[in-house]
């Protein structure tokens, strides 16, 4: 499976990577090096040294290496950073991240088989379900 892993020069994303060309599949690699490593990614991948704000570059990555699966891992994770300047944490954290989700679509057109992006950040996308409330669901639960 071509799987396009984002942040795949970070700390969490590089392990990805490996565990994935281990298993055989094609994998590149959208990462800006902003805090990640150019020496971190597996040699096997190939490496889109991109911006996740950069809508044309990602679509780019997206029209060149037709992702079947992408694993968003690339992050601003610098919490004072997220203080300071949450324009800047936002502009990464989440519109990029729904520019990711708005490229996909555009695979599957240009491509017989369906993409499935899949969001494995701290915040998890699309599986996300509220429990269902009955009468007896208490308003104010204490423990
Ligand atoms: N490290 C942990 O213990 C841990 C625990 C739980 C969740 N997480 C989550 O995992 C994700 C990755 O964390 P990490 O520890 O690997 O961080 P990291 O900084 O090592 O990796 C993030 C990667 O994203 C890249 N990146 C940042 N902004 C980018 C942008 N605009 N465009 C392209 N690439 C960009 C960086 O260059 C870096 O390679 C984050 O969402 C983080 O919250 C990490």
Do not use: K, W
């Not at 704000?53 to 004072?80: G, K, M, S, W, Y």
Request: charged letters at 25%; hydrophobic letters at 40%; proline letters at 6%.
């Amino acid at each position: 499976m071509r799987i396009l892993v984002t942040g795949g020069a970070g700390f969490i994303g590089s392990h990805v990577v490996d565990r994935f060309v281990e298993r055989g599949h094609e994998v590149a690699v959208l990462d800006n090096l902003s805090s990640g490593f150019r020496a971190l990614v597996n040699p096997a991948a190939r490496l889109y040294e991109a911006d996740l704000t950069d809508a044309a570059a990602v679509e780019r990555c997206f029209a060149e290496f037709r992702p079947e699966l992408v694993d968003h891992h690339a992050a601003q994770i610098d919490v004072r950073r997220s203080v300071d300047d949450p324009v800047f944490d936002a502009g990464t954290n989440i519109v990029a991240a729904l520019g990711l989700l708005q490229a996909s679509p555009a695979t599957a057109s240009a491509s017989s088989s369906t993409p499935r992006p899949a969001e494995r950040s701290t915040a998890r996308a699309g599986s996300c379900r509220r429990p269902r409330r009955t009468r007896s669901t208490p308003s104010r639960p204490t423990a």
